[in-house]
């Protein structure tokens, strides 16, 4: 029996998934869709439903798991998934996710399923990529919360969402300029880019299924998907962050210091550094702190900082075989004679990025050379500015 492949499409902007979900139906003859529209579980159910090139297969309600509505996609996704494989007959399931859905959950939950993962793909118009990261609003607000305790905003949740997927699939936007396209270009600059004809008027009609898939979407989505190394590509010990760059009137900086930051002075400049991009990432270190590696995550104006474990440095030399061997050698490319892969390294992208004022900013909420040869006994007398924050 041909093994099933199984595509990812996920994507707040709906109208560019749908146009990507009706291009791969009608170049992937004998492949199906599936959706949970979670739209519904404000009334204990979430429906979904399976099509094919010419409409609807079924539909059906599930309830919910745990008053969540993701937890009720996670706990029928899979059986569904292998339903139609032992069916047989269908050479690829297009998972499409509701709006808010992230594709990293999904594509793990798939993974540990027994099922094969060929390929994630976030759909995207270029021309809403800065509203949307600019969008501070909860999800709960826009109806968009996958359960009660939703806490996720706009902005994060799509900064994600484009940020895991290796294809982005970019609806040809008359309303893109080469500002967009630059933002975008910077935000994921390792992600294939593949262009997607404007949605069609009824997005459950597609064209005829082609013989075999010779277009550039439905390569990508049968590329193959190491669920692995997009996980580590995201953690940010080594996150496989965005380069310098500078075009089209779009900049991203990346900032990479060896000395800590001074907790009080970091913390008092926290807002500006927030607002200074339009998305900001990477990990960090704090000389109250110097143990602990911190990651930044910025995005419509709000921050999160949350510790992602110890620093290698500050581990047993036993313990090393324990860290998974992408996390060694992306600190082996990094280290330093004494502080190890302790350090800085954050990167800033947006339109109309103030370069010089953000380095500036920066560097002053490092320790002076007074403070840093006071050493490490004496940073950690240091007021913990950021226990609150950290919920230390």
Known sequence: MPELSVVIVAGLHADARKATVAQLLA??????????????????????????????????????????????LREDLV????????TGGTRMAIVELWESVEPKAMAEVVTAGGLTVTGVITAVDPALVLPYLGNGDDLSERGLAAAATDQRTVADTFARQLEYAPVLAVTDSPEADEEDRELLAQLHPTARQVTISAPPTDALTVPPPRRRPTSALAQAALAGFDVESADAAQHPACALLPAE??????????????????????????????????????????????????HWDAAGGALCLESAGPWLASLPDAAWDMV????????????????????????????????????QLLESCLLTDAEYAAGRAAWKQLPPAFDTLLEV
């Open 245 to 294: 760059a500078d075009a089209h009137g779009v900049s991203t900086l990346v900032w990479h210091r060896r000395r800590p930051f001074h907790p009080e002075r970091l913390y008092a400049a926290l807002e500006d550094l927030t607002c200074a991009a339009a998305r900001s990432r990477g990990r960090f270190w704090l000389a109250d702190k110097p143990d602990v590696l911190l």
């Open 27 to 72: 170049d992937v003859p004998d492949s199906v869709v599936l959706h949970h529209d979670l739209a519904t579980a404000t009334a204990g159910t979430v429906v979904r439903t399976i099509r094919d090139a010419t409409g609807i297969v079924t539909a059906a309600e599930t309830p919910l798991v745990n008053d969540c509505a993701c937890c009720a």
């Open 324 to 359: 998974p061997p992408v996390r060694r050698a992306a600190a082996a490319l990094d280290w330093h004679p004494e502080h190890g892969d302790c350090c800085q390294h954050l990167v800033f992208t947006s339109p109309a990025l103030d370069r010089d004022g953000l380095e």
């Open 79 to 86: 059986p569904e998934l292998l339903r139609i494989r032992d």
